[in-house]
């Protein structure tokens, strides 16, 4: 039973614009920032900046960007000091974060703002660090967008966000908030965008001058930049599979995802808990994903088959999950040896494996190669805990190798969830369930 | 502890010679048949041709092939008659073999004797049948190969005999008695040879014209014809791999394999037992490895894997042997859909296995398309079972399809060797500890 597009789009509108009473919120708490700002900004030119000025924010999400703009003469360092100071005499409640450069975020009246510091250029191409681009950002979507583009915008960062592709973080790998923009600047309006990404086969790139990942669109105001370079081929598939599932079956799903699913099989998921290596977001998920790729290239190497790999970071503990296609490795396992015209190595691998106590058949000269069907069993947690233990150096898990030497546990996730906190759980469970939350009939 | 080479090949040269009264014996069983033909040979002239008329026979082996050589005139129905009347007429105890036409197969003194009609050609350009070319391979060989060459194609079909890929025939794809006379004219001596293979590498093509399936040589005596035309790739890397063996570690092994393995495990073998749908050897070979193929497919598609394929073909029934990595197969199982940017077969799937009772994850979007991970489980023995009453149709199983539907027995080669006959169990043991009998330390 589907509903109506129209009617659906107008409900999805009616919930991501923010009421006037908000709107009057967040704009008493820019007045006011800019008020503390004032006195103080004597070497630099304080700018807001982000969704909130360019009128393309979500009513779940106020938050204000107010950059600290220098003249180009300024030192980093002198930059870096005063974004601190102000910071400090600005919020009563503050704290110190880190993207390039470190930021200081603030809250008033429950509104988070971030003040950045960034220099002052006359074009895109004299910048000196990714936050001088932003104002040029700023000034192009309000140039270009009219205010239906603008609510195009919020309802595609809302589809973004339930369909799970929302945000350049390599934890996400998906669509940024520029992105949006872009796209709707691009493409006219969400219905006309989600039209012609069925068209989006593979690899797609709208013009930018290089091969992208998976997507390549060039960046307006800096051509030479790929707007959608933090998006994976999943993300995309994902977002070309769900337009077209909402452009025939349109209901509010797409964007508000309902709850977790009551019965969960948790018993193909293996999970290891070990110390979080960064604080920086940003650095800790290119590790992760690192080293989950490299455990599961070693759990295949043993005979596993993983068919999804997860992740969750807690404030001080990361917790990798491992679909497998079995708890139990298979009884027997074809291993490879040397190519037969390979006469040394030939002789190496048949006399380790000629009357080697696992060795259950050959070896035997199949297409080319020595084979050795080899008795192998035993439960993957048991492999993963001797990998984790006897053949560490071996698996290149960067930052997450000092904390494994310190401690971890293997466990399946059945058992997991009973020691694990609330947030790891859900993240346990909706992996172990994994549905695209919007094919649900 | 290697033997010398030298020594080894005196012992093997000793082993395969016919001795003076095995040549007596032969010599005078020739001159029987001669003298009982002669008063029948009005329409054709009897020659004799083959392994003894080249002196490349082995002791083991003494077979004489006398061919019936008729005019071009003759009509292939009058020749085919003919060798009857005449192998009648000139045997007491005879049958008839099918090769491309049929011919005599006689005893006389227990000595196997072939009586084959073939046209009489002045070149092979000319021939009407396969076989018309026999003759000028008799000639080819005793024009070219030395005392000490033939001698050493003796060596050498005792080495391929005893590595398991001598004979042409479909059920070996090895070499024929005449290649290894073409290899040892090539390469001059058996040594010669297996140093030369040490330098081959994946497909060879030694002059022939074409692109081989694994070896390429062209005849001597018509260019445009494979002499290894029959010769697998797995058949071709074991004969490298063997003379690389050999040649440092020398040993009668190569030529007589010892016993079987004392200890085997069955329980990865599943066998299928059904009837043998043709008399034609080589006809039920080409069958048996297509139907073996096509079950090793669906059963992969139905989440097993097959190491190996075997087969044994008893005198009514034939057994398929599939060394499998697990009896069970895996509990969990990636089915991977259709491509996201297919819309309709996307929907299909989704609305599919959305709520099936196997979907254990899923159905979800990954790199490019919809995946769904399915509860699988159960016996292979089953499986199979099921796949031959319910999917006979789409296996294209040829010939075993009428015979599967008469009857067929699924087990594993641990009960099937209670209910098997020796020669069957001899095969099932073998292909379950499969292991090249040279690489024995």
Redesign the interface.
């Known amino acids: 039973m589907s509903a109506d597009i129209g009617s659906v789009l107008k409900e999805v509108e009616a919930r991501v614009t923010p009421s006037e009473e908000l709107v009057a919120r967040v704009m008493r708490v820019r007045d006011e920032v800019f008020r503390r700002l004032q006195p103080l900004a004597v070497d630099f030119r304080p700018e807001l900046e982000g969704s909130v000025a360019k009128g393309t924010w979500l009513a779940t999400d106020p938050e204000l960007d107010v950059f600290m703009i220098f003249p180009t003469s300024a030192s980093e360092d002198s930059m870096v000091n005063r974004v601190m100071e102000v910071g400090k005499a600005v919020f009563d409640k503050w704290e110190v974060s880190y993207a390039e450069h470190p930021y200081v975020r603030g809250w008033i009246d429950d509104v988070p703002i971030d003040l950045v510091p960034c220099y002052g250029v006359n074009s895109p191409s004299e910048m000196r660090s990714a936050v001088d681009r932003t104002p040029f950002h700023t000034r192009f979507v309000n140039q270009s967008l009219s205010q239906e583009q603008k609510r195009d915008v919020r309802i595609l960062k809302a589809f973004f966000k339930g369909i799970g592709v929302y945000g350049a973080e390599i934890r996400v790998r998906g669509f940024s908030g520029y992105a949006s923009e872009v796209l709707i600047y691009r493409f006219g309006s969400f219905l006309n965008l989600l039209k012609n990404a069925?068209?989006?086969?593979?690899k797609v790139n709208l013009g930018w001058n290089c091969e992208p990942d998976a997507l390549g669109i060039p960046d307006p105001v800096d051509p030479s930049r790929n707007v959608t370079a933090s998006v994976s081929?999943?993300s995309l598939?994902?977002f070309?599979?769900a337009s077209?599932?909402f452009l025939?079956r349109p209901s509010l799903r797409f964007f508000w995802p309902s709850g977790e699913k009551a019965n969960v099989?948790l018993d193909?998921v293996l999970v290891l808990r070990t110390g979080r290596p960064s604080s920086i977001d940003d650095i800790l998920w290119g590790e992760i994903w690192k080293a989950a790729d490299s455990m599961r290239k070693q759990l295949a190497k043993e005979g596993f088959?993983v068919?999804?790999v997860g992740a969750h970071a807690g404030p001080d503990y990361v917790c990798f999950a491992f679909?497998?296609?079995?708890?139990m490795r298979?009884?027997?396992?074809?291993m490879e040896g040397p190519?037969?015209?390979l006469?040394e190595d030939?002789?190496k691998f048949?006399?380790k494996w000629?009357?080697h106590e696992q060795t259950?058949?050959?070896?035997?000269?199949?297409?080319?190669?020595?084979?050795v069907?080899r008795a192998l069993g035993g439960d993957a947690k048991d492999v993963l805990e001797a990998m984790l233990k006897k053949e560490l150096k071996q698996l290149a898990l960067g930052d997450f190798e000092r904390q494994i030497k310190r401690g971890f546990q293997v466990g399946w996730a059945t058992d997991a969830i009973e020691s694990c906190d609330e947030e790891c759980v859900r993240m346990l469970r909706s992996f172990?369930?994994?549905?695209?939350p919007w094919?649900?009939?």
């Open positions: 069925q068209k989006w086969k593979g081929i999943r598939s994902t070309v599979a077209g599932f025939r099989r193909q088959t068919f999804d679909y497998l296609s079995s708890k298979a009884t027997a396992y074809l190519p037969v015209n006469i030939s002789i048949v006399d000629s009357s259950l058949r050959g070896p035997w000269v199949g297409d080319g190669r020595w084979l069907v172990a369930g994994l549905k695209e094919v649900r009939p």
